[in-house]
């Protein structure tokens, strides 16, 4: 259990409190790192901080590890304390705060890795969602027999039990293309991905036909880099970038052999966005990508 601390409380209770978390979320521990920054930009040590807040030092350093859950009054008096003047920075800061939101990937603890909740928990607060994907369709498109095709192929092997786990917390993440205030969702999808019988013919082509109907949603967009055009930046690798409520707040997540990496650099989501908008210019557009896939469809 977590609790919140005000900016008020004197430091005689601060050993009365509750052990940090052990296991922070990806959106807790980015909630430290951006008030970490915040901190050095005002050339503050931690032990100046602790000063102006009141606290120790640890707790200053448990924080910005997102191993403590802040309230929102702490962190708007760490902002007046660090001289930070952007509001909107502050105020998307604050919606992060309190404690562990219970959101529907908690019923996979312990059966997935950290890393799977946090890409459900980072696509849920996103305001927008843009992937690029060379040789796999995106996990938010796939249909469940595709999923449940691709785990069963996975190195090592998985168990019929842990298949399952994976393939509905896959479909569960598709929630946010169809909640009522849905995202902006704009997937770059080469070709190369399209004539993948995962699965074999069939279950292909319940999936290509699945992709065209979801593109037809309003706030889903899909896009797809013919073989003509011959090289594209990023090529092999899948690429999750989500938009947050400032750009600051933006995070990419790469698929890797050895799992998900999440990154927050400012020059690396710039490196990214270069990337998703150079494929964007590659790609077909929306009509001429739906009417690809469907040709594809009509031959499997």
Known sequence: MLVWVTWLLPPQYEGTLMPPSKTPTLRQQRLGAELRKLRERAGLSTVEAAALLGVNQSRISNIEAGRYAVSAERVRAIARNYACSDEALVEALTAMTGRRARGWWEE??????????????????????????????????????????????????????????????????????????????????????????????AVAAEQLNHLVETSEHGNITLLVVPFGRGAFPGSGQGIDYAYGPVPQLDTVQLDTEHGSEFIDAVAQLERYTTVLDRLEKLALPAEESRDLIHSIARRV
């Open 108 to 201: 996979y603890r312990g059966r997935l890795p950290h890393a799977a909740l946090d890409l459900a928990e980072f696509e849920h607060h996103a305001t927008a969602l843009r992937v690029a994907q060379a040789l796999h369709i995106p996990g938010l498109l796939q249909t469940p027999q595709h999923a449940r095709a691709l785990f069963g192929d996975a190195v090592p092997p998985l168990l019929p039990h842990e298949i399952e786990h994976r393939m509905s917390y896959r479909i569960k993440r598709q929630a946010v293309l169809y909640r009522e205030l849905s995202s902006p969702y704009t997937a770059l999808i080469h070709e190369a991905a399209l004539h993948m019988h995962v699965g074999g013919p």
